[in-house]
């Protein structure tokens, strides 16, 4: 009786290192979050294997370990590689990056933010424009600093447990979690404000450029590029900009777009003593 009263003890200790020990790992995984500045949908490679079959403007990929990961953006009209690019993830955080077109029509994967993995407060998650899938990255020797897995061994008749190291065998297979969206979300926290000088910059472009359709298109751009780097224009300043349009439903675009995202969302109202008819705006608010 006491002996198998003493294996029952053991295997408990197992059981909460193991838990432990399981949970610690998890902890330190990482989540890479791809976006497309114009909403050019893609198609990831990581390690030379496909994570998303449905193509996407914004692609998350939760679950990574730390570890070096070779990522390769493919567009699904022509299976041509958009760009290629070595990232390497920490552990516990993270990385937002984002697909830009430069000048010459060249495709670049652009480091924006990291921060320490806590939840997905910075998603958006639409269940209409979005899916989930399940994938798997196969992780090869080279590419991967993971730490040692271990034995658990206990040493029955004993209390004592012990543990021994043992060196992973590559290539490991990691699953992981994919949220594809159809749109690139913008983040839900701005914790800054655009500052005057940028400002004055973008109303001055902004300022010279006669065409409504045009300007009203460019300033969207600008609010989430802005938005995306974290950085919100304050009601203020959309009240000026929403001045720069001919007609109040241009303004209302505009408002619409950037009421969601500022700096002081207190000051929202302020928007309204830009239009031709006030009440325009009010009635959407």
Known sequence: MIVYFRMIKSCFYLALIICFSLNKLAAQNSNLVIDAVANSQ???????????????????????PESVYKVKLIDP?????LTEEVIKMPPSSDLIYTLRQDIDGVYELDFTSSKTTTTYNFLKIDDENCY????????????APLPDTRNFIVSWGSEKVKTVQRQIEYPVEVEVMLYVCETSYLNTVCPTSVNLEVYNDIYSALA???????????TKKIIINQQRNNSCFTAKQVKHLLQLFATDKSKLVI???????????????????????????IANN
Not at 42 to 63: D, K, S
């Open 208 to 218: 010279k450029n006669d065409d409504e359709l045009e300007k009203l298109n460019i």
């Open 132 to 143: 989930t899938e399940s994938s798997k990255i196969l992780i090869h020797g080279p590419y």
């Open 42 to 64: 893609f198609i990831v490679f990581v390690n030379e294997v496909q994570q998303n079959f449905i193509p996407g403007a914004r692609v998350v990929l939760t679950n990574l």
């Open 255 to 281: 408002a619409d777009l950037a009421k969601g995202y500022l700096s002081d969302p207190a000051n929202k109202m302020l928007l309204k003593e830009a239009f031709d008819n006030p009440d325009l705006f």
């Open 77 to 81: 009209k022509t299976n041509e590689i």
